[in-house]
């Protein structure tokens, strides 16, 4: 019997200046985070499609709402409309989540506290 890689969700609930927007999203390759992050440096119409279809293919779910309170469905379509920036926040949300370290690390840490009492003096034997 094998191990049997269950895909990975990230929820993405830290979106800089989105406050309240929480997406849920599949993990994604090695290789095709190397594509995309090649693809965000690239100008032109295709890099930007491409972007987009593997975004949305993706997705898991999320929380946006349109100006009457509706549920937006995840659809390709739909993120086509979206803002421009919220798009690129998304985008570098998703891939620092995949490729960041967890901000949790040293918060346990008591950073900077001394040892309470003398130091230990060395002496040469």
């Known amino acids: 019997m094998g191990y049997r890689k269950v895909p990975t969700i990230h929820t993405i609930d830290d979106i800089p200046g ?3 927007l929480i997406v849920r999203m599949q993990g994604i390759s ?4 190397r ?14 499609e491409e972007i987009g279809k593997l ?12 100006g009457d309170g509706r549920a937006i469905p995840v659809t390709i379509e739909e993120f086509d409309e979206l803002d421009f920036q919220l798009v690129l926040k998304l985008v570098n949300a998703w891939l ?8 949790d ?3 346990d840490s008591s950073s900077g506290v001394k040892f309470p009492g003398q130091p230990v003096t060395m002496e040469a034997l």
């Open 55 to 66: 975004v949305v293919s993706k997705l898991v779910s999320w929380n946006l709402e349109d």
């Open 30 to 33: 090695f290789g095709k985070v």
């Open 96 to 103: 620092d989540r995949m490729t960041g370290v967890s901000d």
């Open 18 to 20: 989105e406050d309240g």
């Open 105 to 107: 690390l040293g918060k």
């Open 35 to 48: 594509r995309v992050t090649a693809l965000l440096d690239d100008e032109g119409d295709g890099a930007l």
